[in-house]
């Protein structure tokens, strides 16, 4: 019984290393940006004491996404959950983001959806490469991929304040212009990693099959 003990506590320590918890921080703070921003949209008139928050739970989020990777490093705490964990907490914080710009009619669902695609079949090939004892970080298009995510995110916040607050007409266009162009890149890349994780997974496949 106490070596059963040791051992299930031996996993939780394993668990709870600084870099996963930065890094369940994220998955717990999206649903919360999800209510603010909600909430912010019904309000007839928009508060900056509710944007300075929204965007602070929005820098927040981002730079969890960083920090829980420099500690895992500097800490040499990088594990195998801490793998899947952090492809997983960037999914859910930033279709988030999107789901939100969506709802408001500022993102096409078509781009909506090739991003859920996306990051559904990246989830099954990471599942299946997985069952055969294999676990691996994220790709070189995952990783390109997030920086265009964020960016999309940062886009979307800002033409979302601007448009709430009534703040600068004059540059609405200069805005709304660059929100659809980085959108649409936000789906190529999506696109193209899609391909570059399929080729691990053809690859296995192939090796199965041999």
């Not at 649903?31 to 508060?47: E, H, K, Y």
């Not at 040499?76 to 907490?89: C, I, M, R, T």
């Amino acid at each position: 019984m106490q070596i059963i003990l040791q051992y299930r506590a031996g996993i939780v320590y394993n668990f709870m290393t600084q870099a996963n918890k930065v890094t369940i921080l994220r998955i717990i703070l999206s649903p919360v940006f999800f209510i603010l921003f909600f909430v912010i949209d019904v309000c007839s008139a928009a508060t900056w004491f509710l944007f300075i928050i929204l965007w602070i739970l929005f820098i927040a989020i981002e730079l969890s996404d960083l920090f829980d990777g420099i500690l895992a490093r500097r800490r040499n705490e990088e594990s195998e959950l801490g793998k899947v964990l952090d492809p997983f907490a960037d999914s859910f914080s930033r279709l988030t983001y999107f789901i939100c710009f969506t709802g408001m009619g500022f993102m096409p669902v078509w781009i909506l959806l090739v991003l859920v695609y996306r990051d559904i079949t990246v989830s099954f090939i990471r599942l299946f490469i997985a069952k055969r004892g294999i676990m691996f970080g994220s790709r070189w298009s995952g990783k390109i991929k997030a920086w265009f995510y964020a960016c999309a995110g940062i886009t979307g916040m800002i033409y979302f304040s601007l448009r709430k607050l009534l703040m600068f007409p004059q540059i609405n266009d200069i805005v709304t212009c660059v929100k659809e162009i980085v959108f649409i890149l936000c789906a190529v890349i999506a696109v193209i990693s899609v391909i570059d994780y399929s080729s691990v997974f053809w690859q296995h496949i192939d090796k199965k099959i041999k």
